[in-house]
């Protein structure tokens, strides 16, 4: 398999605080991957790393299987966004473009190209002192697109955009992928980007949590079922025989891994009457939230 991300080991530490502590990634050419984890958990790093602006306490990050400072015309195969654009206030979105067109090595022509892909050709005359910050997104967009790259790397790319605008951006990195291209997004949030990933990374503290397909990890959703019994005993009795997860709260049950359809079985196998059995699935944010409480084992 052909990875247009790989980290080997890769370390960081400003003084004695290790923001990235020997992660392995591999992103796969022509996926949508989500790099996930808590505020201050290492993304960032990480990704300014792949990008060459830091240098890594130890380990090493590829691009295509290089060094990012080795790859060739990188413009043309990486595109960047760690943060909203660093606007001239009086410079509009053309202008903007303009003087980085030639930097990315690409002709004028591809500005007013890229202006139209994210959708900002009807404000590319206006000056950038009276754009949003989910216009500045945009922007920043346009700005890694100018090389027509191979790979995004995006750091929280929806801060700022509307409901309409998340839509939008989850649209066009799905275009993006199928297009045999790569996407790398960070969020500290999984629901922002569960209907946009194949793939997920979450890091804690700098260090892996859980690498896993979305599908894998969504499946995680079914949730507690909460059952209430008139023989409380004998039905945990039943559920650990039956190898069935079980925790008790004074007299009640919270079943997990199994539907209710399976428990009722259990119970009905055993002679035990139930009086209520209620599900109480867990969100994305759940999920998230489970995994990185308290960071890597």
Partial sequence: MTFAVSTTQLSRSFGPIRAVDSLDLRV?????????????????????????????????????????????????????????????????????????????????????????????????GRRAKGYSLGMRQRLSLAAALLGDPEILVLDEPANGLDPEGVRWLRDFLRAFAADGRTVLVSSHLLAEVAQTVD?????????????????????????????????????ELALRTAGVAADRENGTLHVHGVTADRIGEIALAAHVELRQLVTESSTLEDVFLELTAHGPS
């Fill in 28 to 124: 796969p050419v022509g996926s949508v991957f989500g790099f996930l984890g808590p505020n201050g958990a290492g993304k960032t790093t990480t990704m300014r790393m792949l990008l060459g602006l830091a240098a890594p306490t130890q380990g090493r990050a590829l691009v295509f299987g290089r060094p990012f400072a080795e790859l060739d015309r990188p413009g043309t195969r990486v595109g960047a966004v760690l943060e909203a654009a660093d606007l001239h206030p009086g410079r509009t979105a053309r202008d903007h473009l303009r003087v980085l067109a030639p930097v990315a090595h690409v002709p004028m022509s591809r500005v007013d190209e890229v202006l139209a892909l994210v959708d900002l050709t009807s404000a590319a």
């Fill in 199 to 235: 793939h997920v990374v979450i890091i804690s503290r700098g260090r892996l949590v859980v690498e896993s397909p979305l599908d894998e990890l969504t499946a995680r959703l079914t949730g507690t079922i909460r059952v209430e019994t008139t023989k409380p005993d004998a039905l």
